[in-house]
């Protein structure tokens, strides 16, 4: 509900309220469609990150005999350098680089596949970070989605109707008040007129 008074500075008011909210109205718009078009784009992303593990996941366990003479130990991560990066207006997390730490071990006593497992382990782990990252970017970008939905609905359905409606209504009651006050002066005029002639 917009509060006014009836009035030409709460009319003026109005106006440049109105025309603010116009010109905003197809930058947010503009900005809701590039972040719908991000999501979409994020949910592609995810959905081969989730393929591609699920191929490594295959080669996991097409190795899973030989995954019992293997040490969990000897591969753990390191640190991740994770970038910050606007995507649409948002600040999103972005992989920069991710270390991994490679505990020694022989290469003679152990199996010849162990470099080949340690190297499977490494991209399975990169995939499972990048999609977290991705599904942490997901969400920040719905939620800015939602919320700039919610503010071209907010102007489109609610303040710019409300806005001319309160206008409109201002409008009138002072076209009507200068009516009144132009009616009311031809009564008077013409009641003086009629005060003169009985004089005379």
Known sequence: MISFQYNKTSLQHLEKQLKMRQRTLPIIKSKESALRIEVKRCKDEMELHDEEYARQLEQYRALFMLWNEFDPSLVKTGKLIVDRKKVAGVL???????????????????????????????????????????????????????????????????????????????????????????????????????REEVRA
């Open 92 to 194: 999103v997390p972005v992989l920069k680089d991710a270390e991994f730490v490679v505990a020694r071990y022989s290469m003679f006593n152990s199996p010849k596949w162990y470099a080949d497992g340690i190297e499977l382990l490494k991209q399975m782990a990169m995939t499972a970070i990048r999609r977290d990252l991705l599904s942490r970017k997901l969400t920040l970008l719905e939620v800015a989605r939602k919320k700039t939905t919610q503010k071209v609905n907010l102007f489109e359905k609610v303040q710019i109707p409300g806005y001319q409606d309160a206008i409109r209504k201002i409008k009138r009651f002072m076209e009507d008040e200068e009516n009144l006050s132009k009616s009311s002066q031809k009564i008077l005029k013409s009641l003086l007129e009629q």
